[in-house]
């Protein structure tokens, strides 16, 4: 993740809606944000945190607090809509299903993040062949693909949606019209909420403040995911949204600025990877180092990473690069134009 200047005034939140920062403290995320969205006796949730393996504090405390102080309890739940499925915003969904019979909504694509949680060992064995065919020396590669082992002691257990969004779905909370967006790119199932009306949107991981989200590639996903994410952030920018709420961090206005800002971010550095790979074919390692690794400097290298596949694909699925094996059975990445 890069440093992007972002606005740091804390606006008033809409009539009806209450964000609630759930503790989080791992891989250098602490905490996340839920939103209460007050619907007559009624809540509508959105994301939920993770669960603990505490018998003291399994993550309900925090949330039934966040709830107390929005005039509701857990039991007044009836919708939990879960913006994607990354464990730190939706750990928690089945003990909240468990214990208020609530319905979760989430895209039809977090399908496939529910079968990577139910097969964690396929999961990661799946992401340790890829960073060995990238190159990543083996001890690194095996730390590497546990990172999801770390993660599933913080899910109580994997539940499928009660109803699968599509995007377009418009719903009604509170006498507020809210609609569905499919926004892929930092998860293939991702969706934000946007309301016209008011020019509101809870973006989840799709816009955060002052860090540009982390667009993940993993094979049997998306093929091309950035191409998606810069599609999915101009379908929220005809929007125009000037309040986001998002997953991580203050709520900040200018969506369509800091928009803008995370392109010109992204599309910067798409621009230095193509350069390297024009001046001297190269391996997925070698770019994360030279070029993406000191951007995200405090967090998992396995960001860089994936974030470097990411910008490779997209400048494969255009044209512009492609790859071959060397003798070390390791690709590596050259010039369309150059080399013909």
């Not at 750990?91 to 694509?109: D, K, N, S």
């Not at 060995?132 to 993660?151: F, I």
């Not at 230095?272 to 997925?284: A, G, L, N, Y």
């Amino acid at each position: 993740m890069s440093r992007v200047t972002a606005t740091t005034a804390r606006p008033a939140l809409p009539d009806g809606v209450t964000r609630v920062p759930l503790p989080i403290g791992m891989s250098n995320i602490e905490s996340v944000n839920a939103y209460v969205l007050a619907d007559g006796d009624r809540v509508t949730l959105v994301d939920c945190g993770v669960w603990r393996p505490d018998p003291d504090d399994d993550g309900m405390p925090a949330l039934e607090r966040g709830l107390n102080s929005a005039g509701y309890a857990v039991r007044d739940i009836s919708r939990l809509m879960v913006t994607h499925a990354h464990i730190d915003h939706y750990g928690l969904a089945g003990r909240i299903m468990e214990v208020t019979g609530a319905e979760l909504w989430m895209h039809g694509f977090t399908d496939l993040d529910c079968e990577k949680y139910r097969h964690p060992d396929t999961a990661m064995a799946r992401r340790r062949d890829t960073y060995a065919d990238h190159g990543v020396p083996e001890p690194e590669r095996m730390a590497l693909a546990e990172g999801l082992g770390r993660w599933m002691p913080y899910l109580h257990f994997v539940v499928e949606a009660s109803r699968r969004l599509k995007g377009g779905e418009r719903i009604t909370v509170g006498g507020r019209e809210w609609e569905v967006l499919h926004t892929p790119g930092h998860s293939l199932g991702h969706v934000c909420l946007a309301s016209a009306a008011e020019r509101v949107v809870f973006s989840g991981d799709h816009l955060l403040p002052g860090v540009t989200p982390p667009v993940t590639f993993e094979r049997g996903f998306d093929a091309d995911p950035l191409r998606s994410y810069l599609e999915s952030l101009r379908r929220v920018a005809e929007r125009d949204p000037d309040l986001v709420l998002p997953g991580h961090g203050s709520p900040f206005t200018g969506g369509r600025r800091r928009i803008e800002a995370i392109v010109r971010n992204k599309m910067r550095r798409l621009d230095s990877v193509r350069q390297m790979i024009e001046r001297r074919p190269s391996t997925v390692t070698e770019i994360a180092d030279a070029l993406v690794a000191k951007a995200i400097i405090g967090f998992q290298r396995n960001l860089a990473l994936s974030e470097t596949l990411a910008h490779i694909a997209y400048l494969r699925w255009s044209g512009l690069v492609e790859r071959r094996v060397r003798p070390d059975g390791v690709y590596e990445w050259y010039a369309q134009r150059s080399e013909g």
